[in-house]
């Protein structure tokens, strides 16, 4: 854990932070240690590489699914019950937007799964 953490720091936080400044852009800090947080969680728990932190590339499904999911069952407690239920019959606002996000989820499990069955050769 400690060793994975590290490399993040070193190699990709530090650097980003770096080049920010030197930049002199502003950052959203919140969203910026939320992508290296969901990094260390996909690299410790799964073994996969997200690159959440890489802004050079294109946002990332699986980040964007869980914060989506995240955002989304946070509010089931303020909603009342009788709405929740109508959004589910009828699969519209908040409840196709959380389907779709556990879809993503869904196959970003099956992709690792796959994966570290292909790598243990199972």
Known sequence: MH?????ELND???????????????IDFQNFFMHFSFDNICKLGFGVDVACLDFSLPNVTIAQAFDMATSISSTW???FPFILRLQHALHVGN???MCQALCDIDDFAMFVIHMRRTINGN
């Open 3 to 7: 060793a994975i953490i590290q490399a």
């Open 12 to 26: 990709l936080l530090i650097p980003l932070l770096t080049k920010t400044c030197r930049a002199e852009v502003s």
């Open 77 to 79: 407690a303020f909603n």
């Open 95 to 97: 409840e196709r937007k």
